[in-house]
């Protein structure tokens, strides 16, 4: 089992800076940390990946950037950086985890386990 704990969130201005703190109770090297938002009324949409071993990244365009994931194998610990934030980035922020598989996981339901979110508000 595999426990996840998100942090940071916060509301903030258009313009503004916000650092996401994911924490994971274990690291598996073939896996991959993910970071999703949901706005209300909205789905579930994937943010940013990054895999344990090698630190390769995957960004939804939106993000693209503007944001940067990274991540501290020695503390079991994801990072989402995200700087210009806009009104749009709106959304409670999930991360989550999945064995890499070979391909770049962008479907909430191909992720195994997860976090229980951290809102974040930008207000224009």
């Known amino acids: 089992q595999v426990q996840l704990v998100e942090s940071g969130g916060g509301l903030v201005q258009a313009g503004d800076s916000l650092r996401l703190t994911c924490a994971a109770s274990v690291r598996f090297s073939n896996y991959v940390m993910g970071w999703f938002r949901q706005a209300p009324g909205k789905e579930r949409e994937f943010v940013a990946a990054i895999r344990w071993s090698g630190g390769s990244t995957n960004y939804a365009d939106s993000v693209k950037g503007r944001f940067t994931i990274s991540r501290d194998n020695a503390k079991n610990t994801v990072y989402l950086q995200m700087n210009s934030l806009k009104p749009e980035d709106t959304a409670v922020y999930y991360c989550?985890?999945?064995?890499?598989?070979?391909?770049?996981?962008?479907?909430?339901?191909?992720?195994?386990?997860w976090g229980q979110g951290t809102q974040v508000t930008v207000s224009s």
């Open positions: 989550a985890t999945a064995s890499f598989g070979g391909r770049w996981l962008v479907q909430p339901r191909e992720y195994n386990y």
